[in-house]
């Protein structure tokens, strides 16, 4: 089943591979730009369609599974934000020993 997007694609930079030289060099920066965006967000979408798709089976052959991948998830991302606003709050490191 193939991936489709809302967003309309513009068939002639949908592929870069298959852009001829006449037409990459004719492109200017905007172009380069939304291009990049589209493709980025195409990857976005097809890895948060494949950890939804892990999860939604996950979910089906182990009842409760989402549910604590998600509690898991909340208590890691607590823990990131913890570290970064506070990367010395590390009881191996002190100011002292990190000059």
């Known amino acids: 089943m193939p991936f489709s997007s809302s967003e309309p694609s513009d068939?002639?930079?949908d592929?870069?591979?298959a852009l001829d030289e006449d037409t990459l060099a004719m492109m200017d920066i905007d172009?380069?730009?939304?291009?990049?965006r589209r493709t980025d967000r195409s990857l976005y979408n097809l890895m948060a369609l494949?950890?939804?798709s892990i999860a939604k089976t996950m979910d089906t052959l182990t009842p409760g599974f989402?549910?604590?991948f998600?509690?898991?998830r909340h208590k890691a991302m607590k823990e990131y934000i913890k570290h970064?606003?506070?990367p010395l709050s590390n009881p191996d490191q002190s100011p002292e020993?990190?000059?």
């Open 70 to 72: 998600m509690e898991n």
């Open 15 to 17: 592929d870069i591979d």
């Open 50 to 52: 494949e950890v939804w």
């Open 84 to 86: 970064r606003k506070h």
């Open 66 to 68: 989402w549910g604590q």
């Open 31 to 36: 172009q380069w730009v939304e291009n990049l």
């Open 11 to 13: 068939p002639d930079l």
């Open 97 to 99: 020993t990190s000059e």
